[in-house]
């Protein structure tokens, strides 16, 4: 049976150039209480080169200093919802967060970058006509496995140019 499960509170900075979305925390994540938790989940292997940091070989609190230096900021669409496991699919009844609000508080934002459909079908929705630059990502969940490394990494590297 399902249970409402909720986001984390953003990270970000009144600074931040980017802000990256994922949909809904994932049980590794929600048990861990920390974004992207789960080992096989690709994200910080995909940011460390967009930053320019190694991430992977961080600590938590490190990766997230990391990230808010290079002007980056994360949180989700969902704020919560009824879902059995991790996937998107099994999201129910969701709670959209006030992205909306939030950038407003980000006068430095130059692009939303979505984790996954999920995220992006939310949020480009939520964010339309607000002016920043949308840009849809695959998912770095281990479940979305139709694309290779390589070509993640590909379309995550279009990140920098939001950061240079």
């Known amino acids: 049976m399902p249970i409402r499960k909720s986001s984390f509170p953003p990270v970000v900075a009144p600074d931040c150039r980017l802000l990256v979305l994922g949909s809904l925390p994932g049980e590794t994540s929600l048990a861990a209480r920390r974004y992207y938790a ?94 920043l630059a949308l840009v849809a990502l695959p998912s770095s969940s281990p479940a979305h496995a139709a694309m290779d490394y390589a070509e993640k990494e590909s379309h995550w590297l279009a990140l920098r140019n939001f950061l240079a």
């Open 38 to 131: 789960h080992p096989r989940n690709l994200f910080w292997r995909l940011m460390g080169p967009v930053i320019g940091v190694d991430l992977v070989s961080l600590g938590y609190e490190e990766r997230l200093a990391a990230l808010l230096q290079a002007r980056v900021g994360l949180w989700d669409t969902v704020a919560s919802a009824m879902r059995t496991g991790s996937l998107d699919a099994a999201i129910r009844e969701e709670e959209h967060t006030p992205l909306a609000r939030l950038v407003e508080e980000l006068p430095e934002l130059q692009a939303v970058a979505f984790n996954g459909g999920k995220s992006a079908r939310i949020g480009s929705r939520l964010l339309a006509g607000s002016g």
